[in-house]
């Protein structure tokens, strides 16, 4: 009953979990630059949170975010979690950063992602297998990372992808089977555990992986 009531006293549901999406990464990240000192929330009128720093939103009269764009601000601190409740995103560039711990499950609760850019963090962990659910990507960079385990196969599934990169991790395991032409060798340099097309074959029976050249 007070999830409704709170419905009606906004525009919209949809406008109050996104008004909350932006709250929760300005709460939760270091910001030393002061760079999103323009994400003030005492503001009330209709809007106001698409005339934020880096923030694109569907209409600049509706409260609908699409775009966040946070790269090279010098952000420290865990993923922030609450970006899943800006339900429309499309765009979440989060790249050039200090982010550190991993990268949430609940990020594929966001199925209109088409780009997904968290290079150059410190994130760490695995690569979560839920990302093989955001079926709209078309570009995935979590390249210059600290991230560890393998890469879920199953990420070979999304059609749409026109851009990956892992490079510079901890990576280790069989690569995902992509089709000809969107994978490079670049795309996974200096992990020392992976192997499979494009890198070198994967010796299974002798628990050999590849090193990358």
Known sequence: MLIILACFAASSCTVQTDIYCL???????????????????SNNTEGFICRFTSVECWNADE??????????????????????NCTSLQVLDLSGNRLTGQIPSNIADLPYLTTIDLSKNNLSGSIPPSIANLVLINVLRLNNNKLTGQITPELSELDRLKEFSVA???????????????????????????????????NHENHVVAILE
Do not use: T
């Open 23 to 41: 709250r929760s990464i300005k709460e939760s990240l270091e910001d030393p630059e002061q760079l999103l000192s323009s994400w003030d929330f």
């Open 168 to 202: 510079n991790n901890r990576l280790s395991g069989q690569v995902p089977i992509f089709n000809y032409g969107v994978v490079s060798k670049k795309s996974y340099a200096n992990n020392l555990g992976l192997c499979g097309a494009p890198l070198r074959p994967c």
């Open 63 to 84: 409260s609908r975010v699409i775009n966040i764009h946070l790269s090279d601000m010098g952000l420290r601190g865990p993923f922030p979690i609450g970006i899943k």
